[in-house]
């Protein structure tokens, strides 16, 4: 019961933000609309230079060392090259730690915020201190068969089913939290 009410306190402050969600798929994030790799959001009557600001501020305040995670192009991009080794869980190996190195791609445009998650790399670490690498799909492997992947390859069918379910719905909810924290930061105001 008490793991019932805590999965959906989770997804509680997604409700009102769902049609601008991300979803990890084989080929990575993809938005709202899955043609695409990222999602636009709207911001009415702010300019692109309030928008930055309040991103740059909330990120620095979210990150030990912003100077050295950011990358800035005053006013127009904001690059996050960061890892984190907190959020990402596997329901059935709860004692695995899992890092994950990722880039986020935020563009700012009066009204607009385009924001575009990227994978670099993930890995797991068990309990016999064994660190693996864990590949958003098993072609992305060098080995003939891998099965430390998200997704695995349909042989002889097209297309790829999902392997570690787990580790993806984790995956999905630290980018969508990640994405409406920073959302939420955007529409503040000032005071």
């Not at 379910?165 to 000032?190: G, H, P, Q, T």
Request: aromatic share 14%.
């Amino acid at each position: 019961m008490k793991k019932s009410i805590l999965t959906l306190l989770t997804f509680i402050p997604f409700l009102s933000f769902g049609q601008s969600q991300f979803n990890l798929t084989e080929n990575g994030f993809v938005g709202s609309d899955t043609t695409l790799k990222y999602n636009v959001y709207t911001y009415s009557n702010a300019k692109k230079e309030t928008l930055y600001k309040k991103a740059l501020i909330y990120l620095s305040s979210i990150y030990n060392n912003p100077d050295k995670v950011l990358t800035k192009i005053d006013g127009e991009s904001i690059i996050i090259n960061a890892i984190d080794v907190s959020s990402i869980k596997d329901d059935k190996l709860t004692w695995y730690i899992y890092q994950i190195d990722y880039n986020i791609v935020i563009q700012f445009k009066d009204g607009r915020v385009k924001i575009e998650p990227y994978i670099k790399r993930l890995t797991e670490d068990n309990t016999i201190k064994t660190v693996n690498q864990i590949y958003l799909k098993s072609s992305d492997s060098p080995k003939p068969v891998e099965i430390d992947a998200i997704f695995i390859k349909n042989e002889g069918r097209k297309g790829y089913f999902l392997y570690k379910k787990s580790i993806k719905n984790s995956i999905d909810n630290w980018i969508n939290s990640f994405v409406f924290n920073l959302d939420r930061e955007l529409k503040k105001n000032d005071w």
